[in-house]
């Protein structure tokens, strides 16, 4: 490989991770939304639970549509077709706020998601073939490192934005006079557009930079077929459970952690414990006595999360000297150790081992799709494409624990992600017998 494609191969990656970065940013950064949007569209937690339902569902429908565009109009023009498309979605959420229907705004969310979609299908298969297939896995962790960053900063930047004066309840918007009622709505809305309004400003600079920025083409035909020789492809096709059964396990475990320490009563401990306590008041700013006590145990949730940015940052350089493989079953194994250490222990003991999970979960989505899709050369757009849509798998395996956890409780209800994190193993363990 000549220096010239080299220095093209380091400014392309960088310009890649930029976009990994600002999908994870806005990602999270939208969840901030859901206080808001519940009191100004006067939402159930129902409907308000169905805005991650749409994002969800973009990555369902528009997936296989995504890939089997890309493949066509390459990675570049796939990378501005999906900043462009986020660029409307925010966009929307102007007359969404404005005029107060919550059709629109989940119509903004659905296109934001797409556009997100888009990027995801395109991205990550072209970190991928921008350069070695040795040194895939490393390069895609990177970049997904970069993604871990983005959602770890916009919960704060969300706070000071958008959360950062009091959301009325329902009850005491009624009691507001009419006048008053319309300049708190007013705000409101306002409260949500300017932060979305900058955002797409944002994105649209990003696209017309990638508009004029020269990438490597590294897409040279469209091959005949592809969905059918993928669907053929068994190493593609488990790579796609595994992508399926990750995310699930990852959103379980981090959709329930505040409910599970909950039930073990674990704010009591933390009240009780001045090391703890330090910890909670710190990440709260907020002396214990004030606050909720689902806020307490909460505010915990930030090292499961931060666990898989730092574990990124590890793994692509783990990946780049042990075989990405063999890394991957070694994660998969630290999930399930600690798993069953949280199963069968209680306080803080069982708080920590949880917790600690997202550090193992960090190499695996990027891992398992570079896994999944070497040696496929010009059909990776398309496979990007079907392993992008088993990230479903957030949306189907949660309800199952929840299901799980109703019946027999939330330590039992472990063994469904155990299963999950079985298979993540079962597969590295297979890339390993393929590779010799």
């Given amino acids: 490989m000549t220096t010239s494609t080299n220095k093209s191969y380091t400014k392309a990656f960088i310009f890649l991770t930029s976009l990994f970065f600002l999908w994870g940013f806005i990602t999270v950064l939208v969840d901030s939304l859901i206080p808001r949007i519940r009191e100004l569209f006067t939402l159930s937690y129902f409907q308000a639970g169905l805005v991650q339902f749409a994002f969800f569902g973009a990555y369902f429908l528009l997936s296989i549509p995504a890939g089997y565009i890309l493949a066509r109009i390459g990675y570049k023009k796939g990378i501005i077709l999906g ?6 979605g925010c966009l929307l959420f102007y007359p969404a706020a404005s005029y107060r229907v919550f059709g629109i705004f989940m119509l903004a969310y659905f296109v934001l998601a797409g556009g997100i979609t888009i990027l995801q299908v395109a991205a990550n298969p072209y970190v991928a073939v921008l350069g070695s297939e040795e040194g895939a896995s490393s390069r895609l962790n990177l970049s997904q490192a970069f993604n871990s960053l983005g959602t770890a900063i916009a919960p704060a930047i ?7 004066d009091k959301v009325k309840s329902k009850d005491e918007i009624a009691a507001l006079s009419e006048t008053a009622k319309e300049q708190y709505l007013l705000a409101e809305a306002e409260a949500v557009q300017t932060p979305f309004i900058g955002i797409a400003g944002f994105i649209i600079v990003l696209a017309l930079i990638f508009v004029f920025v020269k990438l490597p083409k590294l897409l040279e035909k469209v091959p005949n077929g592809g969905y059918a020789k993928l ?9 796609a459970i595994g992508i399926f059964v990750y995310v699930g396990a990852e959103v379980s475990i981090g959709s329930y952690l505040v409910n599970y320490f909950m039930d073990m009563n674990l704010f009591e401990a933390i009240k009780n414990s001045a090391f703890m306590k330090g910890i909670s008041e ?10 909720d006590n689902k806020a307490i145990v909460g505010a915990f949730v930030t090292f499961y999360w931060s666990g898989a940015m730092i574990g990124r940052f590890i793994g692509a350089y783990l990946t780049k000297v042990i075989a990405p493989a063999k890394v991957l079953m070694s994660f998969a194994i630290g999930a399930l150790a600690l798993i069953l250490i949280s199963m069968n222990t209680s306080g803080f003991v069982a708080m920590w081992t949880i917790l600690a999970v997202g550090l193992f979960n960090s190499i695996m989505f990027p891992t398992i799709f570079t896994l999944a899709i070497d040696g496929l050369d010009d059909l990776k757009p398309q496979a990007s494409g079907v392993l992008c849509t088993m990230i479903v798998g957030g949306a189907i395996i949660p309800p199952l624990y929840g299901l799980l956890t109703d019946n027999i409780g939330f330590k039992l209800a472990f063994v469904l992600v155990i299963l999950c994190y079985g298979y993540i193993w079962f597969y590295g363990k297979s890339k390993i017998k393929v590779s010799k």
């Fill in 83 to 88: 900043l462009s498309t986020m660029a409307v």
């Fill in 158 to 164: 969300g706070a000071m934005l958008i959360l950062s």
């Fill in 231 to 239: 669907l053929s492809n068994k190493s593609l096709m488990m790579g």
């Fill in 282 to 291: 710190t990440l709260l700013n907020a002396d214990l006595g004030t606050v």
